[in-house]
């Protein structure tokens, strides 16, 4: 569970995003919207402890991501938009020394490691140089070193970002399949993608949550995602200049 409360973020007079709140029940997907520029990514930064809030508080699984951020990266998994690969190694040592890094035992690594080779599709890779890896085939290891320690939380920036049409539906399934046992955050402005895999919305406009509720809540008179989405950012909204995205 993920509960994130009164958040602001500011760059000298500059302000990210200001009062942000909102919660990821156990096991909800979670979809993150907003324009470019919005706060998206500055929002999940803090969220997974990669940076400092100005403000509020963000609490993982019951951990405070400020005050206890070690527990909080044991138990949480992360993609951003740009996976940390190391292009001159083989996908099996890289997925091994990220799994040293996150604190698995030496006996654990081998099972893990083909647990998410096996989860993530990329056994026939599994010997390749990670530079040699398509796009799609980038994305699951980036994938695969977010749940190399089988985190009960996500946070995925923009996954499917960049890929062709069937890269983007096996990703989209396979994040479906995650979901359940685990909270996860999708950050995306591809709308379609948030119906087909998402329980809940959060929009985000201007660094301020615009909206938050469940997609079938939403969708439930026959209304787009796509008009509420339009709608709720062409609201007028007090005005914060965005940073992140």
């Not at 100005?54 to 909080?72: L, P």
Request: charged share 25%; net charge neutral.
């Amino acid at each position: 569970m993920i509960e994130v409360a009164n958040l602001s973020k500011r760059y000298g007079d500059l302000r990210a995003i200001e009062g942000v709140s909102f919660t990821a029940g156990s096991g909800q997907i979670l979809g993150f919207l907003g324009p470019n520029g919005a706060g998206k990514t500055t929002t999940m930064r803090i969220i997974t402890g990669f940076m400092p809030a100005t403000s509020g508080t963000v609490r993982v699984e019951g951990f405070d991501v400020f005050e206890q951020s070690n527990e909080v990266r044991r138990r949480i998994g992360y993609l951003p938009e740009n996976p940390p690969l190391y292009n001159d190694m083989v996908v099996t040592a890289y997925l091994r020394f990220v799994a040293r890094l996150k604190g698995l035992a030496r006996r654990e690594i081998g099972e893990a490691l083909e647990h998410v080779l096996a989860t993530c599709g990329l056994d026939n890779v599994r010997d390749r140089l990670l530079g040699h890896l398509s796009k799609g085939y980038r994305q699951r290891v980036g994938l695969a070193q977010a749940l190399i320690h089988d985190p009960p939380v996500l946070v995925l920036d923009e996954p499917t970002i960049g890929l062709d049409p069937r890269q983007i539906r096996d990703i989209r399934a396979l994040v479906r399949t995650l979901g359940g046992k685990r909270t996860i955050v999708l950050s995306t402005h591809i709308l379609s993608e948030v119906t087909e895999v998402c329980d809940k919305v959060v929009i985000i406009n201007d660094g301020r949550i615009a909206l938050e509720d469940q997609l079938a809540n939403m969708t439930r008179d026959g209304r787009k995602l796509e008009d509420i989405f339009i709608d709720t950012i062409s609201r007028e909204a007090p005005a914060v200049a965005p940073t992140g995205t």
